[in-house]
């Protein structure tokens, strides 16, 4: 167990729905990072938050967004979902913002898009 | 854009043989990380590679990184079914920012 949670862990939803992914980190950790992992393009990092501040972005769509909040945890909102959004979602944490620090992956949360 | 590729990307071996993955790219990272992964959960760090030329061992793993800092590799002796996964190698750049490569998944049969 990383100590990170994910809620929740498997999503069935239909295409142009919105849906809310939920990331508590681990106690203390400051940075939540957001990646999708399908089955043709691997683990793909999507945006990083630091104590409560965007600090990075990567391929994320500009369908979906992110956020932190004051708690640390973080939810990641997608929109108008299509096909191809399914995938599995993973929130890692880290204690600080970036570098060499090691990312502490939750279990995941699996979408599936029909 | 920077790509992380693994090779190989499927491997499939017996109990007790040896093994070397492989990850390189182009761009030059100030570190990089392998992950495990097992089916339904997330990516757990095996190891930090920091420094150009670098060579760290975890018990039957041992991690080299690259002198110019592009490319790594991970060489597993007398290999286990416990050591089947996904392997993956993630680099850091100097912006601080995560790249992963899409992984080598590794089969060890008894």
């Known amino acids: 167990d990383s100590g990170v949670t994910q809620t929740p862990k498997h999503l069935i939803t239909a295409t142009g729905q919105r849906v809310t992914l939920r990331c508590s980190p681990r106690?203390?950790?400051?940075?939540v990072y957001w990646y999708q992992q399908s089955l043709d393009q691997g683990l793909q990092f999507l945006i990083q938050?630091?104590?409560?501040?965007?600090?990075a972005k990567g391929n994320i769509l500009e369908r979906f967004s992110a956020q932190q909040f004051p708690d640390l945890h973080s939810e990641l909102n997608l929109s108008s979902l299509e096909l191809g959004d399914s995938a599995l979602y993973f929130c890692?944490?880290?204690?600080?913002?970036?570098?060499?620090?090691?990312?502490?992956f939750g279990p995941g949360t699996r979408l599936t898009v029909l | 854009t920077q790509l992380l590729e693994q090779s190989p990307q499927f491997l499939s071996i017996q109990e007790g043989e040896n093994l070397t993955v492989y990850c390189n790219s182009s761009?030059?990272?100030?570190?990089l990380q392998w992950y495990r992964q097992e089916p339904g959960e997330g990516p757990v760090l095996l190891v930090t590679?920091?420094?150009?030329?670098e060579v760290k061992k975890l018990k039957r793993l041992t991690f080299q990184f690259g002198d110019a800092r592009k490319d790594s590799s991970l060489h597993i002796t007398a290999a286990q079914p416990g050591d089947t996964g996904l392997y993956l190698c993630?680099?850091?750049?100097?912006?601080?920012?995560?790249?992963f490569g899409p992984g080598t998944r590794l089969s060890v049969l008894p």
């Open positions: 106690s203390g950790d400051l940075s």
């Open positions: 993630a680099g850091v750049d100097y912006g601080q920012n995560f790249v």
């Open positions: 890692a944490s880290s204690p600080h913002s970036g570098g060499a620090a090691e990312q502490f």
């Open positions: 590679v920091v420094t150009g030329g």
């Open positions: 761009s030059v990272f100030s570190s």
């Open positions: 938050y630091y104590n409560g501040e965007e600090r």
